[in-house]
C-alpha cells in the first residue's frame, strides 16, 4: 500500500471470484489470485510489504529519474530463479546497511562471459567458491585502484593443487601440494622461470627447516625429521661446485666405528674434519667415506684417529670404490691407528681415494695398503 493509507489484508476467500481484487474500482489482483500488469500498481517512497504483525518484510526506496531497477525471473525445473538488474546495459547490484554504505557490490562488463558461482557442500565438505564460464580460466584479487594483489590461474587437464590449512596454537600454518603423491611445489618468476623448486620422494620423513635468529644470532638451516641422525647435502649440478663467498666454517663431524654402516659411522658429505669418538666393539670396527660422486675432485677430509683404540676405514657397502688403488668396500679396509691423523684426497672416481697418515708430533707414518 502506498505509504500514509491505510493497510488492507485480504486472503483468497477475500477475492470475488468474479472480478478479483478491486481498488477503487480497478481490478489489481484478478480472480485467480494474479497481480494485473495493466492496473499500473505504484510504489511510493517508503511503500513497504508488511507481515501480518504488521513489520516490514520489504520496504522501498524511490530514487528520482530512477532508469535501473530489479527484474525477478522465474525458471523452470533444474535452474535457479534469477534476480537481474535492469534498466541499463551492464549495470550490476550493489548491497548497503542501514546507513547507506556498501557491503558488496557486485558489478558487470560489456559482453561477459566468465562470473563466479558459490556452491554449499554437505556434511564435511568446503563450500566451493568457483570461477563458471569458460574453461581454464581462475580469478584474480585486486585492490582499489585496479592493481593486482593476488592471481590464482587454471590449467587444462589439472589435477594437483595448492592447499593452505590454518592450525592451532603453537603449530605452523601449512601450504601443501595435492592432487597427485610424492610432488612438491615450484616457485617461478613472471617470465615463467623458476625461482626454486620444493621437490619430494615418496614415504619422505627427513627435510629441511629453516630458522630465523634474533638479532646477533645466526639464522639456521637444519636437516629434521623422523630419523634420529640426518645428513644434509648441497648439491651442485654436473661438474658445478659449491661456493662460500665470504668464508665457511666447518664444525668437526663426529662419527662413531661399528660394524652397521649406519649415519652414526658414515662421514658426510661435504665434510672436511672428522672426529672420531670411541669404538662400539673392537678395532674391527669400521667408519665410511662418502660416495665419490658425492664430493669434487680434491676433496679432502682430515680425520682425527680419537678412538681409544685401532679402527678402519671402508668406502660404501658394494660401491667398489678405492682407497689406495685397493676395493674398500668390504672386501678390505684402511687401517687407521688410534692417536694418528689421516688425511683423505680424493683423486677422481675412476682411482678413488689417496690416504697418507701423520703421527701426533707431524712425523709421516708409512704408507698404509687396506688389506
Given at each position: ?8 489484508n ?12 478491486l ?7 484478478n ?14 517512497d ?14 522501498f526506496t ?6 535501473n ?18 534498466g ?23 559482453t561477459?562471459?566468465?562470473?563466479v ?5 554437505a ?48 603449530n605452523?600454518?601449512?601450504i ?42 645466526a ?9 634420529t641422525?640426518?645428513?644434509?647435502s ?64 680434491g676433496h679432502?677430509?682430515t ?67 687396506p688389506?
Open positions: 500500500m502506498a505509504q500514509g493509507e491505510t493497510t488492507t485480504f486472503t483468497d476467500q477475500a477475492i470475488d471470484s468474479a472480478q478479483g481484487f481498488v477503487n474500482g480497478t481490478t489489481v489482483i480472480s485467480s489470485g494474479k497481480i494485473v500488469e495493466s492496473a499500473g500498481i505504484e510504489i511510493a517508503g511503500d513497504s510489504f508488511d507481515d501480518t504483525n504488521g513489520n516490514e518484510a520489504l520496504e524511490v530514487t528520482a529519474s530512477a532508469v531497477h530489479l527484474g525477478v525471473v522465474n525458471s523452470a525445473t533444474g535452474n535457479n530463479p534469477i534476480l537481474r538488474a535492469e541499463e546495459a551492464d549495470t550490476g547490484i550493489t548491497f548497503d546497511n542501514s546507513e547507506g554504505e556498501e557491503i558488496l557490490i557486485l558489478d558487470s562488463i560489456a561477459s562471459v566468465n562470473q558461482t558459490i556452491k554449499s557442500a556434511t564435511g565438505n568446503p563450500a566451493i567458491f568457483a570461477q563458471d564460464g569458460e574453461d581454464d580460466v581462475g580469478f584474480e584479487f585486486h585492490a582499489k585502484n585496479s592493481e593486482e594483489i593476488l592471481k590464482l590461474e587454471a590449467t587444462a587437464a589439472a589435477t594437483t593443487f595448492v592447499s593452505v590449512k590454518s592450525q592451532s596454537t603453537g605452523n600454518p601449512e601443501s601440494a595435492e592432487g597427485e603423491a610424492d610432488l612438491g611445489l615450484t616457485l617461478m618468476n613472471d617470465q615463467a622461470e623458476e625461482l626454486a623448486i620444493f621437490d619430494c620422494v615418496a614415504t619422505g620423513v627427513n627435510e629441511i627447516t629453516f630458522r630465523n635468529a634474533a638479532a646477533g644470532g639464522p639456521r638451516v637444519s636437516a629434521t625429521g623422523g630419523d641422525n640426518i645428513n644434509l648441497l648439491r651442485p649440478k654436473g661438474t658445478g661446485s659449491v661456493t662460500i663467498t665470504t668464508g665457511l666454517t666447518v664444525a668437526a663431524q663426529s662419527v662413531t666405528p661399528n660394524n652397521t654402516s649406519d649415519a652414526a659411522s658414515t662421514v658426510n658429505d661435504g665434510t672436511v674434519s672428522v672426529d672420531v669418538q670411541a669404538v662400539t666393539n673392537n678395532a674391527n670396527d669400521w667408519i665410511v667415506l662418502p660416495s665419490l660422486a658425492n664430493v669434487p675432485n679432502e677430509i680425520i682425527l684417529c680419537n678412538a681409544g683404540g685401532n679402527f678402519e676405514l671402508r668406502t660404501p657397502a658394494t660401491s667398489a670404490e678405492e682407497i689406495n688403488s685397493e676395493d674398500c668396500d668390504g672386501t678390505k679396509e684402511y687401517l687407521c691407528t688410534n692417536t694418528e691423523i689421516i688425511k683423505v684426497i680424493k683423486i677422481n672416481n675412476t682411482i678413488g681415494w689417496m690416504a697418507h697418515a701423520y703421527s701426533a708430533i707431524g712425523a709421516v707414518v708409512t704408507a698404509v695398503v688389506d
